[in-house]
């Protein structure tokens, strides 16, 4: 069974760091292109970051860059994400995604002081 | 100007055809793009319906039903998501997206009603 299963989310308060983790299973992760988008609550779908199957090329939405990076490690099956200078607005339910058929539940990162 | 347009909300009865639009920024050229379509239902992740660039390059989602289907209207510059037979399960939120200038964007979710 194919799995993406994100976590680290919890709350911080503005300024802070997070780390989310998203870890895969049941497919060949290391041939994949992979992604986190975001949610807000109660709003659309906002993509955050992108990264190839290698790892050695990303990009970024302007409304993050310069704060998130995103890596993977793909021995481990794993994709991460490093979230500095945390604003309120990066508030929302964080997805791993490939943008196909494969997509996490959602980890939930609340920056509020 | 936004990227991906799409109206609010559609409303259509059960057993009728619904016909989402993802209109792209007049500088994008809807012939070249490659259009994702994408289901969430409250409370649950985005599903994705399908991609679709031509008849001949299209791609439906795991276990999605044919009664989703994918097109393009090139007058109006427009991705199109046509549901046919709808039921009351496929009341959800309804996005697009493309990948543009090594971004991806999303449409901001159409809202589906069926009664």
């Known amino acids: 069974e194919v799995q993406l299963v994100e976590s680290g989310g919890s709350l911080v308060q503005p300024g802070g760091s997070l780390r989310l983790s998203c870890a895969a299973s049941?497919?060949?992760?290391?041939?994949?292109?992979i992604n986190w988008v975001r949610q807000a609550p109660g709003k659309g779908l906002e993509w955050v970051s992108y990264?190839?199957?290698?790892?050695?090329?990303?990009f970024y939405a302007d409304s993050v860059k310069g704060r998130f990076t995103i890596s993977r490690d793909n021995a481990k099956n794993s994709l991460y994400l490093q979230m500095d200078s945390l604003k309120a607005e990066d508030t929302g339910l964080y997805y791993c995604a490939t943008m196909t058929d494969y997509w996490g539940q959602g980890t939930l990162v609340t920056v509020s002081s | 100007q936004p990227v991906l347009t799409q109206p609010t909300s559609l409303s259509a009865s059960p057993g009728a055809s619904g016909r989402f639009t993802c209109t792209l920024r007049?500088?994008?050229?809807?012939?070249?793009?490659?259009i994702f379509w994408y289901q969430q239902k409250p409370g649950s992740l985005p599903r994705f319906l399908l991609k679709?660039?031509?008849?001949?390059?299209?791609?439906?989602g795991s276990g999605v039903p044919s009664r989703f289907s994918g097109s393009k209207d090139a007058s109006t510059n427009a991705g199109l998501l046509l549901i046919s037979g709808l039921q009351s399960e496929d009341e959800a939120d309804y996005y697009c997206a493309i990948w543009y200038s090594s971004t991806w964007v999303f449409g901001g979710g159409t809202k589906l009603t069926v009664l």
């Open positions: 007049s500088d994008i050229n809807v012939g070249t793009s490659r």
């Open positions: 049941g497919f060949t992760f290391s041939n994949y292109e």
């Open positions: 679709y660039k031509s008849d001949s390059d299209k791609q439906q």
């Open positions: 990264i190839s199957s290698s790892g050695f090329t990303s």
